[in-house]
Every structure is written in C-alpha cells, then in structure tokens.
C-alpha cells in the first residue's frame, strides 16, 4: 500500500515536498518513483529511484529542480523552483523491474502498486 501526502498550493518559485508512506512486501518496491498527471495530458513519469542501490533518474523537465528521496519506507519528492506547468497530482509507485545499471524505468509499466494521488496547484 502507498499512501501519498504533502500536496497543496504554492506560488511559482516555491517549494513542497511529497512524501510517500509504503508499506507490504519490501520485494514488491525494488524501484519506488513519483509520477503525475496534468489535465487533458497523460501521465508523466517525474523521478525514480532503485531502493536497494539509491540510483535515481529524473526527468528533463524536473532535472536541477527536484529530488527524490527514501527513507525507511518512505519516498520523498522534494520539489524546488515550482512552475505552473508543474502543476498536476502526483502519485506514488512501486514495481519490482530494476534494469542494467540498477537504475528504473521512468515508464508507468514498471510499476503495479500505485498510491491515491496528491495535488500540487501552482500558481
């Protein structure tokens, strides 16, 4: 189960930070990340990480900006320099797949648990 809090509203420029609550099977969240979705767009993956290695990827759009995180069951994404077009909800995400380099996919079908979503409203 993920569970996802620290949403809300910010203006451009200012920071939140999402964390994510996990919990069941550990063999289940080899690779946990942050993904979101915009109105009228699809689903984006934002930031990844390998929970065993720490490796993390990012995407182009966030990269400089944000940052994901763990700690013991628990993922972070500690957003920075928020924009509007970062305005979307977030979702958790766990899967197991880890790929050459022990880094995961930014591609939601890696990922079979997924979390109830939090918005982010940047204005």
């Known amino acids: 189960q993920l569970v996802e809090s620290g949403g809300g509203s910010v203006q451009a420029g200012g920071s939140l930070r999402l964390s994510c609550a996990a919990s069941?099977?550990?063999?289940?969240?080899?690779?946990m990340g942050w993904f979101r979705r915009a109105p009228e767009k699809e689903r984006e993956g934002v930031a990844v990480?390998?929970?065993?290695?720490?490796v993390t990827s990012y995407a182009d759009s966030v990269t400089g900006r944000f940052t994901v995180s763990q700690d013991t069951n628990t993922l972070y994404l500690h957003m920075n320099t928020l924009k509007p077009e970062d305005a979307a909800v977030y979702y958790c995400?766990?899967?197991?797949?880890?790929?050459?380099?022990?880094?995961?996919?930014?591609?939601?079908?890696?990922?079979?648990?997924w979390g109830q979503g939090t918005q982010v409203t940047v204005s």
């Open positions: 069941g099977d550990p063999s289940r969240r080899k690779c």
């Open positions: 990480i390998s929970t065993g290695y720490g």
């Open positions: 995400a766990a899967g197991r797949r880890v790929w050459y380099g022990n880094r995961c996919a930014l591609n939601s079908v890696d990922y079979s648990a």
